[in-house]
């Protein structure tokens, strides 16, 4: 039963946000007076609510599973994965940043070869930093509520570590397909980086290294969309 209640909760939150544009499209809220950013402003406010409730219903039903909301303990060791470069001697700290350092190369040449493609590499403005910074703050903490907090606390213990690994980077790709970067790219590229995220969130028991990652994928990728579709 937990399993259905976790996936049933994590479920009706992806599909509030995926479906997020037609009901904002009704609220004629002004935020900002351009109007994809005033969209991106009014989605995060939505998103973070989705989120916020979600992980409220989790912590009712599983109070103990409030402790993955803390930071974690960052001097754990680093389960072994070879595929990912974990050697199993090294913190998670240590482990962290390395992997934050390859993942946002990655991510930072996709959205360069996107602004190239796009002839956007000379659009940016200056004041779209601090609009970048909060909406990557939201966005990675709505993200990581739904699609780690939740799926952790409801399923820890119940499954095994591996098939919670498996369904995070699922549940966390597959809507990534309408995402930017979208397509299969984007679900595979975001299916291993839930993967990762979820592994540090377990064996670290807290959030802090998942949304730090997170975050500045966010950065890189908020900024080249902002400078893809807003013009001076």
């Known amino acids: 039963m937990k399993m259905f209640f976790t996936l049933l909760i994590i479920g009706i939150a992806t599909t509030c946000l995926l479906t997020a544009n037609r009901l904002l499209s009704l609220l004629d809220v002004q935020i900002h007076p351009n109007n994809f950013i005033n969209g991106l402003a009014k989605y995060q406010v939505y998103a973070l ?4 409730i979600a992980a409220l219903v989790t912590i009712w039903l599983n109070p103990v599973g409030r402790a993955f909301l803390g930071i974690g303990d960052l001097q754990v060791i680093a389960e072994k ?15 962290g940043l390395q992997l934050l350092v390859f993942i946002s190369l990655a991510t ?3 959205m360069f070869l996107g602004l190239q493609y796009t002839n956007s590499l000379h659009t940016f403005q200056w004041s779209f930093v601090p609009w970048v910074l909060l909406f990557s703050a939201t966005n990675a903490l709505s993200e990581e509520l739904i699609f780690r907090f939740c799926l952790i606390t409801g399923l820890n213990g119940e499954c095994s570590k591996l098939t919670i690994l498996v369904l995070s980077a699922i549940l966390f790709g597959l809507p ?3 995402g930017n970067p979208g397509g299969p790219v984007g679900v595979i590229m975001s299916g291993v980086l839930g993967y990762i995220l979820c592994k540090a969130s377990i064996e670290t028991r807290g959030l802090s290294i998942a949304w730090g990652i997170h975050f500045v994928q966010d950065v890189i990728i908020f900024l080249a969309v902002m400078m893809m579709n807003v013009r001076s």
């Open 108 to 110: 930072g040449i996709f």
């Open 176 to 178: 990534h397909y309408y």
């Open 49 to 52: 609510i989705v989120s916020l």
């Open 81 to 95: 994965e070879k595929w990912l470069g974990i050697n199993g001697g090294a913190t998670w700290r240590s482990n």
